[in-house]
């Protein structure tokens, strides 16, 4: 049963997916917007939205609970600078845009972007 599961498998390991999960927010919070499936996208909306609110606080402890996440500390530095970008908002930093299925699997495709 899944009782108390909040995250989905993925059909993958538990650090492999967690790898891929965060390497995807750090793609997403570097470029901006990026094309994955919708269960993917929605695993990573998860990841990147705590994220962001930490970044607002901007304290030490914020950013060493980012740091957990996103590894790069250029990516870590910029995005405590965007975080300014944020501020009268109190959630909902990213939108999810439903796209065609992929021709191969025509598994259903989404476009993650922050707002």
Same mark, same amino acid.
């Not at 939205?49 to 500390?73: C, F, M, T």
């Given at each position: @049963? *899944?009782?108390?599961?909040?995250? &989905? +498998? ?10 891929? !999960? ?5 793609? !997403?919070?570097?470029?901006? /917007?990026? &094309? ?19 970044? &607002? ?6 950013? /060493? ?7 790069? +500390? +250029?990516?870590? &530095?910029? !995005?405590?600078? @965007? ?11 990213? *939108? ?6 992929? /021709? ?6 989404? !476009?993650?972007?922050?707002?």
């Amino acid at each position: @049963m *899944r009782h108390s599961a909040k995250l &989905k +498998k993925l059909s993958r390991a538990t650090d492999q997916r967690l790898a891929i !999960l965060n390497s995807e927010a750090a793609a !997403l919070l570097r470029y901006g /917007r990026i &094309k994955l499936t919708l269960s993917r996208a929605k695993q990573v909306r998860g990841i990147v939205e705590p994220l962001i609110s930490r970044a &607002k606080r901007g304290d030490l402890n914020a950013r /060493r609970q980012v740091g957990r996440v996103i590894k790069d +500390k +250029k990516l870590l &530095k910029s !995005l405590f600078d @965007m975080a300014s970008r944020f501020e009268g908002r109190p959630g909902g930093f990213t *939108r999810i845009i439903h796209l065609m299925a992929r /021709r191969g699997d025509a598994a259903p495709m989404a !476009l993650l972007e922050l707002v």
